[in-house]
């Protein structure tokens, strides 16, 4: 134990051990796991809720079939969403998809309990939920999200897939509004 140091005759005594560049190493240490948590938390946040392109390796693997979903596929489209028992925004966003598949012709949606279809969980590395596939007419994963979804969202990846993207777009992975 440090002994007691008197604080320049003042009669205070500090228990305390000096402070040395030792404290300066670690308040610049606490600093920079500050900034770097600040730019994972920014990173996962501009991701979460966006439509994005499957990566190109697996695009081309992920096709889905009626019998995979024990669901017909849509004429259009079909938005997949798994979802968990313990999931708070799962509700939200199947209410948001209902509707939207209520209002447009030849678009479905499945809602899936990831607790029951594991292979599809694992097939699409869904690591969190709600996840959102959507599909083509024709059983090809066009884009996925995870996390809460806005129904202007929703449309617009509904857009990208039965009219293709369009003419400008800010970024070719993302489809945003």
Known sequence: MAAPLDLAGSGLVTLAPAAGPGL?????LVVALL??????WWVARRRAA?????????????????ADLGHELGARATFVQFSAATCSTCPQVSRALTELAAGEPGVVHVNLASEDHMDLV????????????????VGTVRSR???????????AALRHVTHGPPKIADSPRSIDV
């Open 35 to 40: 900034v770097a948590a600040s730019a994972v």
């Open 145 to 155: 999200t995870s996390g809460p979804l806005t129904p202007a969202r929703a449309v």
């Open 122 to 137: 694992r097939r699409f590395s869904v690591y969190r939920t709600p996840t959102v596939l959507v599909v083509d007419a």
């Open 24 to 28: 300066a190493v670690r308040a610049c």
């Open 50 to 66: 966006r439509f994005r392109s499957l990566p190109s390796g697996l695009a081309g693997a992920a096709g889905l079939t009626s």
